[in-house]
T-cell receptor, first 118, second 115 residues
Framework: AQKITQTQPGMFVQEKEAVTLDCTYD???????LFWYKQPSSGEMIFLIY??????QNATEGRYSLNFQKARKSANLVISASQLGDSAMYFC???????????????FGAGTRLAVHP | DVKVTQSSRYLVKRTGEKVFLECVQD?????MFWYRQDPGLGLRLIYF???????EKGDIPEGYSVSREKKERFSLILESASTNQTSMYLC??????????????FGQGTRLTVV
């Protein structure tokens, strides 16, 4: 069965340092997508970055990069040069699609709460 | 801008009541999802729909049902509310098809308390 695991309930980092948030996944489908979302204390869900299962290169979006290791089924989020505004919950997610019938499922992990200290 | 609107921000219901949570999106998205969010458990998928009148069980469908009669609206129904259904409920939508890279857009959430 499809599953997302985030083993770090909480992390803290000093401002301006880099931090890695872990995510492992399990699926038997060859085609899938991996996402990271940020949820600040306001509660909104903010899309950060996407990685496709067939992508050869790791995804990057500004200070965010995704360390994709397909054989290990891991998709860790790296935030470089942390800022105070990065303090939030971070969720890893996986999309499973099936080409027949449009089936499209999106599941999330338990999340990691990141605290950035000045 | 994509907009996903949930009908209520806060709800308080009594045990045994039938509860309807409504979600409407304005971007003609095929996919719609209902999650509940609890501390330490993240977002757990209750039901999802990839087309009108199509629905699939997620990981925790027990005690819930859904309805999707129109493309833009996806309703979550608690047939007989119980205190263990007290939670934050999040609705999301995304484009359909076979692409895996379609971003999901979320509503503001409904905090449901069952007393």
């Amino acid at each position: 069965a499809q599953k997302i695991t985030q083993t770090q309930p909480g992390m803290f980092v000093q401002e301006k340092e880099a931090v890695t948030l872990d995510c492992t996944y399990d699926t038997s489908d060859p085609s899938y997508g991996l996402f990271w979302y940020k949820q600040p204390s306001s509660g909104e869900m903010i899309f950060l970055i996407y990685q496709g299962s067939y992508d050869q290169q790791n995804a990057t979006e500004g200070r965010y990069s995704l360390n994709f290791q397909k054989a290990r089924k891991s998709a860790n989020l790296v935030i470089s040069a942390s800022q105070l505004g990065d303090s939030a919950m971070y969720f890893c997610a996986m999309r499973e699609v099936r080409f027949s019938g449009g089936y499209n499922k999106l599941i999330f992990g338990a999340g990691t709460r990141l605290a950035v200290h000045p | 801008d994509v907009k996903v609107t949930q009908s209520s921000r806060y709800l308080v219901k009594r045990t045994g009541e039938k509860v309807f949570l409504e979600c409407v999106q304005d971007m003609d998205h095929e996919n719609m999802f209902w999650y509940r969010q609890d501390p330490g458990l993240g977002l757990r998928l209750i039901y999802f729909s990839y087309d009108v009148k199509m629905k699939e069980k997620g990981d925790i469908p027990e005690g819930y049902s859904v309805s999707r009669e129109k493309k833009e609206r996806f309703s979550l129904i608690l047939e007989s509310a119980s205190t263990n259904q007290t939670s934050m409920y999040l609705c999301a939508s995304s484009l359909g098809g076979s692409a895996t890279n379609t971003e999901a857009f979320f509503g503001q959430g409904t905090r449901l308390t069952v007393v």
